[in-house]
């Protein structure tokens, strides 16, 4: 397989104006008709004109109207080449034949439940007609489509519908025009029997936006939360970044088998799970998730449509700035602290892990051989963070200046993420430094602070220095520039007054306007760097990377007793959970060492008391304090350990949540009786704040072997009135296995069997757990009668939720990664993104001891060993083995 690299990326010689497509959509095929103005770059260059094209049967191809004979084009697997197109403008033509039934790739015009429809993003164009398959061709489409009418009654495309009508023999067309110019990457098709949810939109300078929300008949009624956020997220972009949506029509089509969700424009298509939610069959983290991805795919209208990426180096450029969007837009609508928890939780279980292992790769990669695989945790949600970053060292005001100055430099462009630095720069004339090294070095910087006061002189001082690992193709690094955003709290708890510093030989005021400031952001760019803090009235306990200002592992000489001050008082409600969670690391490590020392496991009561007044300080938000009190996950301690060790971490976290459970039991069955849902459904913050407080409270409790618990939550399973109560106290049940458990799962999967998004619920629960010797329980299940390998979202419940249980997947008799190794191979035939995702669980084996280490490899081996294999398995497996 070729690699691809960001140094080679040059200019293309042609440039296509405009691009009428006309679709014929058949029963066994389709045709595909592509009239193409051609421009060359350089007028009087006639280079050979290179199509990308892949499963396409070329019926005709012609240039001005000419024919062209066998000899004037090479064609291949992939290209069709026109050897010497004419060397002023000319029109291409090209007719096509496809084949969308036999497409299970979920990329180019594929069928699913019946209805046609496209993914395109990164290259899937090129499945559906010759095309120059690259985002910085950008041109005007015009896209007529024509079908059976009773079949397909409803013909969707891009932009504006300016023509429709009847045809002969029972079918009809339809002719859409968009009017803004795109890369091909963004068109979209959709062609089935759908209806819709209709809504309208009146933007901020008046004008009328029809919404439309598309889905099979029944299920309409659930699309009302999908069409809420859709006009929350339009606002929210008028309010916040003054973006007002640029046509007269909105369209969201919902389609069962479709990877995630798709921003084409003006005709957004979405995988069913992230449109449809009603209190009965969705949870409230289907319901954010819908919100969120909602937001996600409309922000994208300006961040990514309007003006979009140069190549595909440059994803970030439209990913991460569109997650760190959609993030504020959630944080705006619901706590900004929880929310931002989230966020960094999520970071540190999925983007640290691949900044630390064989995959790690720059928020601007480098190179891939397959574009698909680099739509990673790095580029989005590190992405979000680099974006982050900018607005904490411009504030908001001119992280929006930049912004503004962003768009009115690059509407209409494919640009690159230096083309943004440089919006940002110029807009506030900012002093930047080396910030871009954050798009090009790859790795989780570690930085590491120590304090001290001087009692005499009244200073404190703080010296930071940093490094960052090597990683693969990169093995010496440079040192970072990291906003540290922090406060000092007094003896008292509250946060003292900032006034200057002393950095870098200069004195520097840190004052607003005359007074001094309780937050200051300190510009670490150096390897060893300290800063001296003036007029420290008493020895403070600093409360350092407020609201998680960089995306780096912070190592503190803070005390136990610093971080529970830290946890009681901070002002920074991040910073609080934050030392909550860095002294539940602790506690941890400390008890993983004693499980290896074969020692008896003990609780810190100080935690244990520390957790308590969390629980008991009605002052705090409920959503906070659920996520206070949960756990570090079990990857996020392996992954602080020389040698990972499933067994043990997992059996010091269970002991810890049980020991939990049965010192606070009195608080939690209070919380989980204080918080019961009462009345109707509400998606607001207070109300799932409460569900969520109640339902963490209840999975403590189920951890306790005692009857009356086991009938409480019974009993919570039974009563519950919405899905959120039932799906948690159904997980709360069935984390110990016994009859209680087989009998909760049993009735669930009766009453729930008709709706296929909540048996791929279900699957994953079971797939999921931690119980042991699961990997029987997921084998019978592949046999399970509603259990579809060829469905992507049935794979990734079942088979892609086994390998997140780390006691189950690392079995030490190799049997998870034998069972997961069987199925990459099959799979990759189907779905070969699909399937190079599961093959990224094998990718962290060094980090096991080694008998696991061999196990894994062998896994690996016999991948990369088997013929015929796709460029993204190949690419995925044969990094992991380097
Ligand atoms: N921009 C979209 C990316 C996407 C995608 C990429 C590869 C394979 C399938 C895909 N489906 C959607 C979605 C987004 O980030 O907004
Ligand atoms: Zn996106």
């Known amino acids: 397989p070729k690699e691809i690299f960001l140094k080679d990326y040059k200019l293309p010689d042609y440039y296509f104006d405009t691009v009428d497509l006309s679709f014929s959509l058949g029963e066994e095929k389709a045709i595909v008709c592509a009239k193409i103005s051609v421009l060359p770059r350089i007028n009087g260059v006639a280079a050979p004109l290179a199509l990308d094209g892949i499963d396409l049967k070329l019926i005709s191809v012609k240039i001005n109207d000419n024919e062209l004979k066998e000899g004037d084009y090479h064609l291949d697997n992939r290209h069709l080449i026109l050897k010497s197109p004419p060397s002023g403008n000319f029109i291409l033509e090209t007719v096509t034949e496809i084949l969308p039934q036999k497409n299970t790739s979920l990329e180019g015009l594929y069928k699913s439940s019946g209805n046609f429809c496209t993914q395109c993003e990164a290259e899937g164009f090129r499945k559906i007609t010759f095309y120059q398959d690259r985002p910085d061709i950008m041109a005007k489409y015009t896209c007529r489509i024509e079908a059976d009418k009773s079949l397909y009654p409803v013909l969707l495309s891009n932009g504006n519908l300016i023509e429709q009508g009847d045809l002969e023999g029972g079918k009809h067309f339809v002719l859409w025009e968009d009017p803004f110019k795109k890369p091909c990457y963004l068109f979209a098709l959709v062609a089935g029997q759908l209806e819709s949810r209709d809504d309208t939109f009146i933007t901020c300078s008046g004008r009328k936006v029809d919404l439309r929300i598309w889905v099979p008949q029944q299920d309409l009624p659930k699309t009302e939360h999908a069409m809420y956020s859709l006009k929350a997220a339009m606002k929210w972009d008028e309010e916040v970044f003054g973006r007002e949506y640029d046509l007269d029509l909105f369209n969201i089509v919902a389609v069962p088998d479709f990877l995630g969700a798709m921003e084409n424009k003006s005709l957004n298509i979405f995988n069913t799970k992230l ?162 090294l954050w798009y090009s070095q790859a790795g989780t910087p570690i930085v590491k602070v120590n304090s001290s006061y001087n009692a005499e002189a009244h200073t404190f001082s703080l010296k930071f220095s940093q490094t960052v690992p090597p990683t693969p193709g990169q093995p010496i690094k440079e040192p970072m520039f990291i906003p540290i955003s922090m406060g000092l709290l007094d003896s008292s708890g509250k946060d003292m007054p900032l006034s200057s510093i002393y950095h870098d030989g200069k004195l520097e005021s840190i004052t607003s306007g005359g007074q001094p400031v309780y937050t200051t952001v300190l510009r670490v760019t150096k390897g060893e760097e300290e800063f001296v803090f003036n007029d420290v009235a008493e020895k403070p306990i600093p409360s350092l990377l407020r609201g998680y200002s960089a995306p780096i592992r912070l190592h503190s000489d803070l005390t136990e007793n610093d971080l529970f001050f830290l946890l009681a008082h901070d002002s920074d409600e991040f910073n609080r959970w934050e030392a909550g969670q860095i002294l539940a690391r602790k506690l941890m490590l400390s008890q ?66 049980k020991q939990l459970a049965f010192e606070l039991n009195q608080e939690f069955i209070n919380l989980v009786k204080e918080n019961r849902s009462s009345g ?52 709360a049940i069935a984390q110990k296995p016994g009859q209680p458990r087989e009998d909760a799962l049993a009735d669930f999967y009766n009453k729930w069997q008709h709706d296929f998004l909540i048996v791929n619920k279900w699957f994953a629960l079971q797939s999921t757990s931690d119980i042991p010797g699961n990997v029987e329980n997921v084998k019978k299940l592949l046999d399970h009668p509603a259990f579809d390998f060829s469905n992507a979202d049935k794979v990734y419940s079942l088979i892609g939720g086994f390998y997140t249980s780390p006691v189950n997947f690392h079995a030490k008799d190799g049997s998870g990664y034998k069972f997961l190794g069987d199925l990459v191979v099959p799979l990759d035939k189907l779905n070969p993104k699909a399937a190079s995702r599961m093959v990224s669980a094998f990718s962290k084996w060094k980090r096991y001891d080694d008998t696991r280490q061999n196990l894994a490899k062998a896994q690996l081996e016999m991948i990369v060993s088997t013929n015929g294999l796709s460029e993204n398995v190949y690419e995925i497996a044969s990094k992991s083995l380097a």
């Not at 963490?696 to 109560?725: R, W």
């Open 680 to 731: 109707k459904y509400e998606f607001n913050h207070d109300h799932m704040a409460r569900r969520a407080l109640k339902n963490t409270a209840l999975g403590y409790l189920a951890s306790l072997e005692d009857q009356e618990i086991t009938e409480l939550v019974l009993n919570e399973y039974k009563s519950a009135t919405n899905m959120t109560d039932q799906f948690s106290a159904l997980a």
């Open 592 to 657: 993983v060492v004693n499980f290896q020392k074969d020692n008896k496991l003990v609780i810190d009561p100080r935690f244990v008391h520390g957790i308590k007044c969390i629980l008991l300080d009605s002052s705090l938000d409920k959503e906070f304090i659920a996520k206070a009190i949960t756990l570090p996950g079990e990857g996020e301690i392996m992954d602080m350990m020389e040698v990972a060790d499933p067994d043990a971490v997992h059996a010091v976290r269970s002991f810890i949540r």
């Open 275 to 436: 449109v449809l939610a009603s209190p009965e069959t969705a949870t409230d983290a289907d319901y954010d998730a819908i919100l969120g991805v909602t937001g996600h795919e409309y922000f994208h209208n300006w961040t990514g449509n309007r003006v979009t990426c140069r190549d595909w180096f440059q994803l970030s450029l439209k990913e991460g700035l569109t997650v760190f969007r959609h993030q504020e837009f959630s944080s705006d609508l619901g706590s900004r602290t929880v929310k931002r928890i989230g966020d960094v939780s999520k970071l540190r279980i999925y983007q640290f892990p691949q900044d630390a292992g064989p995959m790690a790769h720059p928020v601007k990669p480098h190179s891939y051989i397959k574009m698909d695989n680099f739509y990673t945790t790095t580029v989005y949600e590190k992405g979000a963070e680099v974006i982050r970053m900018y607005k904490t060292l411009l504030g908001s005001q001119g992280f929006r200046k930049g912004m503004d100055l962003y768009f009115e430099r690059h509407d209409g462009q494919a640009v690159t993420c230096e083309d943004f630095f440089a919006a940002m720069r110029d807009a506030n004339n900012y002093d930047f430094a080396n910030f871009l």
